[in-house]
């Protein structure tokens, strides 16, 4: 009987050492905001969520291979500040994986970074807020938008000098 409870238990140890997927825990390094923080968003907007669906994505390391479970945020009422604004976006499943939590129905200013398939993504660690929450943030996005002439900032360094100018 021992013999058989020990060769389970070895047999349990192997299985859950071998048998298991990575796993990924999320750690963000939080500073205090500052407006030149947001000149490196790939796209900075307004949005009220619609629905929320899981769905497979692209998996976060090539040498993993598989597909990956992500939240698909969609969104209405889309309102740009800058970059390409795109009615749904992604994030990873859970908070633990880095993904933020977006409830429906409330309105938020989307801080967006693109991936390689040009997929809009948003993490826990990112200055994503609900709008209500975000007084500090949208203030230096009105004060970069009205700043600069629609479509004259192209690259992230004129974003960064105008944001530099505005958190003056």
């Given at each position: ?5 020990l060769t389970?238990?070895v047999?349990?140890v192997?299985g859950?050492i071998?048998?298991?997927p990575?796993v990924?825990?999320?750690?963000c390094?939080?500073?205090?905001f500052d407006?030149k923080?947001l000149?490196a968003?790939?796209a900075?907007?307004?949005?009220t969520?619609?629905s929320?669906?899981v769905?497979q ?11 990956y479970?992500e ?6 009422d ?8 795109q ?6 499943l859970?908070?633990?994986?880095c993904?933020?939590t977006?409830?429906t129905?409330?309105r938020?200013l989307?801080?967006?970074?693109r991936?390689?398939?040009?997929r809009?993504?948003v ?14 943030a949208?203030?230096?996005?009105r004060s970069?938008?009205n700043s600069?002439?629609p479509?004259?900032?192209k690259?992230s360094?004129?974003r960064?000098?105008?944001l530099?100018?505005?958190s003056?």
């Amino acid at each position: 009987m021992q013999t058989k409870t020990l060769t389970l238990i070895v047999l349990g140890v192997i299985g859950c050492i071998c048998g298991s997927p990575p796993v990924y825990a999320c750690s963000c390094v939080q500073t205090p905001f500052d407006c030149k923080q947001l000149a490196a968003a790939d796209a900075v907007f307004e949005a009220t969520v619609e629905s929320l669906d899981v769905r497979q994505g692209p998996s976060p390391s090539p040498s993993l291979g598989a597909t990956y479970p992500e939240r698909l945020v969609r969104l209405k009422d889309v309102r740009k500040w800058w970059g390409e604004a795109q009615d749904s976006i992604v994030t990873a499943l859970s908070e633990e994986s880095c993904g933020y939590t977006f409830r429906t129905g409330v309105r938020y200013l989307v801080v967006a970074g693109r991936r390689a398939d040009g997929r809009l993504v948003v993490s826990w660690c990112g200055l994503t807020k609900p709008l209500a929450e975000a007084a500090s943030a949208l203030a230096c996005v009105r004060s970069f938008a009205n700043s600069v002439k629609p479509g004259s900032a192209k690259r992230s360094g004129d974003r960064t000098a105008v944001l530099l100018r505005a958190s003056k």
